[in-house]
């Protein structure tokens, strides 16, 4: 497969998600200094809280059906029909589960009915598999347009929300509406272009199908939880502990260095065929394609980095006003968990190539752990700045140190190892 496919579709994705995240920014921003501290916590609780359970939406199945898309093109409709069947028995546990801790954990009857209504219409996320669907075909464009049109309309909304008063409950069911709104938009796609038909053997869903899917997901499934824990888990704790005026001001940092997350996964995602077509083909371009992959990751980690510390303080004034100055301070340290997650996008893809997929559960899993333990350790002195702390060194963690763990994994420990020793030279080669 050209090259020049992977980075068009590359490029196409992360034009898509600068206008997406632009849009996103704008709304936190506005939501910061028009709604104050207190409903921009409020709305960062509430949307961290039900971001944890969003996993269970996807049961681990996205890599996995994508490298059956690539290898059994033939059956792809029948691979996406099981997958989805999983996936919605996934989400009705969301709802159930998602529910029942809020209860639990003491949740206010409003808070309760906002946090319900977001896991219910979170759920329409089960459909977002169609979107693997066409990256596995290399035809991004089509689930690009949906995505596009629906985050700039209901980002528009929340503006109209937030310029209107900013009520708590139109802004969660706007966020919700984002969810259904794309999933549903995707089947939708899939049907009326016929891909269920498009040369295609005939295959019913059975037992078989959904138990072996089941069980190639269940590792990922597991660490995506552990992973939305490690990600979310800090608002959720830094709300009960502090308040929701401190969640304002850890998510205002959080959100400037979480802004550059979704570029190496939308990139990894891009050139997730290629790494499959090179691991079946050719050892040694496999393996060099790799340290150029992480010599890339780390050498645009480390820019971001870098140029995020030295502009923090007047960067967060700028955009949020003189209230949220004490975010500098935790953007100086969150920012440089770049590091480790630029990098645990390509480690991800490796896993599944690898087939090592409890790997991919462990070392989030032992991240998870790590970052819980430090928030209890952290949080309650030290506030969105222990907070910090933890995320930063749970990264390392999860992404990096837990690599020794295994003889497997050690292989990859020592290519993320070159790569950061060596990156200029990997990527010249």
């Not at 969301?94 to 809020?102: D, F, K, M, P």
């Amino acid at each position: 497969m050209p090259l020049s496919i992977n980075i068009k579709n590359s490029l196409l994705l992360i034009s898509e998600k600068v206008i997406i995240l632009s849009m996103s920014f704008l709304t936190s921003v506005l939501m910061a200094r028009i709604a104050g501290p207190e409903i921009f916590g409020q709305y960062a609780y509430i949307t961290s809280f039900v971001a944890l359970f969003i996993p269970l939406c996807g049961m681990g199945l996205n890599n996995i059906t994508t490298k059956y898309f690539v290898k059994y093109p033939k059956h792809s409709h029948h691979h996406l029909l099981t997958a989805l069947l999983l996936r919605f028995f996934g989400a009705l546990t969301c709802i159930t589960i998602g529910s029942i801790s809020a209860y639990f954990l003491g949740s206010t009857n409003e808070e309760l009915s906002y946090i319900i209504t977001l896991l219910v219409l979170q759920s329409f996320s089960l459909f977002y598999l169609v979107e693997y669907y066409f990256l596995a075909k290399r035809q991004v464009i089509y689930t690009l347009k949906i995505r596009l049109i629906v985050i700039v309309l209901t980002s528009i909304a929340k503006i109209v929300v937030i310029l209107n008063g900013a009520h708590l409950f139109a802004l969660v069911i706007v966020h919700g509406i984002e969810f259904s709104a794309i999933g549903l938009s995707y089947i939708t796609l899939y049907y009326r272009q016929d891909r269920h038909k498009q040369r295609q053997i005939p295959k019913a869903v059975n037992k078989l199908s959904l138990f072996s899917f089941f069980h190639k997901g269940k590792w990922l499934l597991f660490s995506g939880v552990a992973a939305a824990l490690y990600l979310k888990i800090d608002q959720v704790m830094l709300a009960n502990f502090h308040g929701a005026e401190q969640v304002a001001y850890y998510a205002a940092a959080a959100k400037l260095s979480e802004f550059w997350y979704i570029f190496p996964i939308l990139i990894a995602n891009a050139y997730n065929p290629k790494l499959i077509e090179l691991k079946l083909k050719n050892a040694k371009e496999y393996k060099n394609f790799l340290l150029k992959m992480l010599s890339f990751m780390i050498a645009s980690a480390l820019a971001v980095s870098l140029i995020m510390y030295n502009i923090s303080s007047p960067l967060i004034i700028l955009i949020y006003g003189e209230n949220y100055q004490t975010s500098a301070s935790i953007l100086n340290i969150h920012i440089f968990a770049t590091l480790f997650i630029f990098q645990r996008a390509i480690l991800s893809k490796w896993l599944i190539v690898e087939k090592h997929y409890h790997f991919s559960l462990l070392s989030t899993g032992v991240g998870a752990t790590v970052n819980i333990i430090l928030n209890l350790l952290l949080i309650p002195s030290y506030g969105g700045i222990g907070a910090a702390w933890a995320t930063l060194i749970s990264y390392m963690v999860a992404s990096f140190l837990s690599l020794a763990i295994t003889k497997q994994t050690r292989e990859f420990m020592m290519l993320m190892i070159s790569a950061m020793l060596s990156w200029p030279k990997h990527l010249r080669n």
